[in-house]
Nanobody
Framework: QVQLVESGGGLVQAWGSLRLSCAASGRTFRTYVVGWFRQAPGKEREFVAGISRSGGRLYYADSVKGRFILSRDSAKNTMYLQMNSLKPEDTAVYYC???????????????????WGQGTQVTVSS
């Protein structure tokens, strides 16, 4: 089992940048597929980005491609989401999540993720 803790959220102006971190407990972080989801008020949770166990496969939602960069450092048990050129529509609570089950290299389906952090608020002002 792994515990995930997000940090790095905050208030930023449009076109600014933030870097979110997701720190994982335990020694098995490298065995988890991990990703970021977000949920804005009144909207459903949506996939943002995901990364494979090795870090070699990356997937991004179309809405963030070219602006967000996902990475993981297994030695530090940490995943990062560098968010650039932020827009007001990026405002949401961001959650990191992970799963160990085999079968899909990186899932964009939140129901496949077994472990979730508590979330960190990102607010982008216009």
């Amino acid at each position: 089992q792994v515990q995930l803790v997000e940090s790095g959220g905050g208030l930023v102006q449009a076109w600014g940048s933030l870097r979110l971190s997701c720190a994982a407990s335990g020694r098995t972080f490298r065995t988890y597929v991990v990703g970021w989801f977000r949920q804005a008020p009144g909207k459903e949770r949506e996939f943002v980005a995901g990364i494979s166990r090795s870090g070699g496969r990356l997937y991004y939602a179309d809405s963030v491609k070219g602006r967000f960069i996902l990475s993981r450092d297994s030695a530090k048990n940490t995943m990062y989401l560098q968010m650039n050129s932020l827009k007001p529509e990026d405002t949401a609570v961001y959650y990191c999540a992970g799963y160990r089950r085999e079968g899909i290299v990186v899932s964009t389906d939140g129901s496949r993720y077994d472990y979730w952090g508590q979330g960190t608020q990102v607010t982008v002002s216009s």
